[in-house]
């Protein structure tokens, strides 16, 4: 995160990277840490993520529900999140609110996995891909010029 207030971009000079989590792994970490969702059978880590149930009509989709700050949003199923929530990349929606289009703006998807097993490869091609160069920042000591490294620190920490 970065903000000064006196930088002026237009959607022309950023391009948003976005990792992206394979669904099935990202529900089953959903089931180990549900943060604010909430869905019936979540806490049954054998069916879980479990998005459909039976009701009294049949089978139908286990809706969830997400608190984000004071309100919820409303979801047809865990997989229905996935897609509402990475959808918002791929997607937006047109004034009236009903029919959806492809996002206005460049953006770089990149699967999360792919960055896991292939660190420096990614981060290369990601780098090629927004007109930069794979470095380092100077405050990086333990770095020999010109080599990748891994970030051991946390990036909650700040800098």
């Not at 995160?1 to 669904?23: A, C, G, Q, S, W």
């Not at 229905?80 to 460049?106: C, H, I, M, Q, V």
Request: with cysteine.
């Amino acid at each position: 995160y970065f903000k000064n207030e006196n930088l002026k971009y237009t959607v022309d000079e950023v391009l948003p990277i976005v990792l992206i989590r394979n669904p099935h792994g990202w529900m089953k970490s959903m089931c180990r840490n549900p943060y604010t969702a909430k869905w019936k059978g979540m806490e049954d880590k054998k069916t879980c993520p479990q998005l459909k149930r039976e009701t009294k009509n049949g089978w139908g989709f286990n809706p969830v529900d997400v608190r984000y700050g004071s309100g919820i949003s409303h979801h047809q199923s865990l997989g229905n999140l996935w897609n509402d929530w990475y959808g918002e990349y791929f997607y937006t929606k047109d004034l009236s609110g009903d029919n959806t289009r492809e996002a206005p703006f460049p953006r770089l998807i990149v699967r999360f996995e792919d960055i896991i097993f292939y660190p420096y490869e990614v981060t290369k091609q990601i780098c090629t891909c927004a007109g930069g160069v794979l470095g380092h920042r100077k405050e990086d000591k333990d770095v020999i010029k010109g080599n990748f490294h891994y970030v051991v620190r946390s990036a909650k920490a700040g800098f």
